[in-house]
């Protein structure tokens, strides 16, 4: 079946503008994670869903920052009043299964939006 | 301290040699390892992953697993140059809800095979 798919692909845009960026996980998949990637770093946790249930929000940096996902299905990570150190790579993922150790905790991959303030 | 720990290289390894990746974890109750291998320009895919002691074979590669010194490693043999990429040790850590179901990843090792 269809990976994780994200759009847009590249996104530039003006300081001080807002931008959304969009996931569509893997179908069935219960839990999404957002990801941020600055050039030469390593991913940043962001917020992560798991069904219903309320989100872990306590790698937002700040509260430009939001997501939003509707049952099971796509997520929308929003950024408000873009700032030049908001550029990066935005990565999200989905997994089957949250609980503890099992095998369905692997998490797969978007090819991300990478996203240029200037 | 930070929570996933790994030596960011580069680490460089002769054709055919064994690459030896280490990763340090804070959390005693994490119980899900990964590790993940990530290209240049690409995101990150799944290598293996290893939930109890000791050591897991998946062709070239093996991940180890002590916990009681929070220490998790990945072993690739007969390094080729196509591995040459950045590793990334990514664990289950406690979350909001009181489960381990936050997984929070390293920062990376880069890895050259030459030739």
């Known amino acids: 079946g269809a990976g994780v798919s994200q759009s847009p692909s590249n996104k530039v845009t003006e300081k001080g503008k807002d931008v959304e960026l969009r996931c569509d996980p893997i179908s069935g998949h219960t839990a999404l994670y957002w990801y941020r990637q600055r050039l030469g770093q390593g991913l940043e946790f962001l917020i992560y869903?798991?069904?219903?249930?309320?989100?872990?929000k306590s790698g937002l940096p700040s509260d430009r920052f939001s997501a939003e996902r509707t049952g099971e299905s796509v997520s929308t990570l929003t950024i408000q009043r873009t700032q030049q150190e908001d550029s990066a790579v935005y990565l999200c993922?989905?997994?089957?299964?949250?609980?503890?150790?099992?095998?369905?905790?692997?998490?797969?991959f978007g090819p991300g939006t990478r996203l240029t303030v200037l | 301290q930070k929570e996933v720990e790994q030596n960011s290289g580069p680490l460089s390894v002769p054709e055919g040699a064994i690459a030896s990746l280490n990763c340090t974890y804070s959390?005693?109750?994490?119980?899900?390892f990964f590790w993940y291998r990530q290209y240049s320009g690409k995101s990150p895919e799944l290598i293996m992953f290893?939930?109890?002691?000791g050591d897991k074979e998946d062709g070239r590669f093996t991940a180890q697993l002590n916990k009681a010194s929070q220490y998790v490693s990945l072993l690739i043999r007969d390094s080729q140059p196509s591995d040459s990429a950045t590793y990334l040790c990514a664990v289950n850590m406690l979350g909001f809800s009181g489960g381990y179901n936050k997984l929070i990843f390293g920062a990376g090792t880069r890895l050259a095979v030459h030739p």
């Open positions: 993922a989905s997994s089957l299964v949250v609980e503890g150790a099992g095998e369905g905790d692997e998490q797969f």
């Open positions: 869903f798991q069904g219903n249930s309320a989100p872990d």
């Open positions: 290893i939930y109890s002691n």
């Open positions: 959390d005693r109750g994490s119980q899900s």
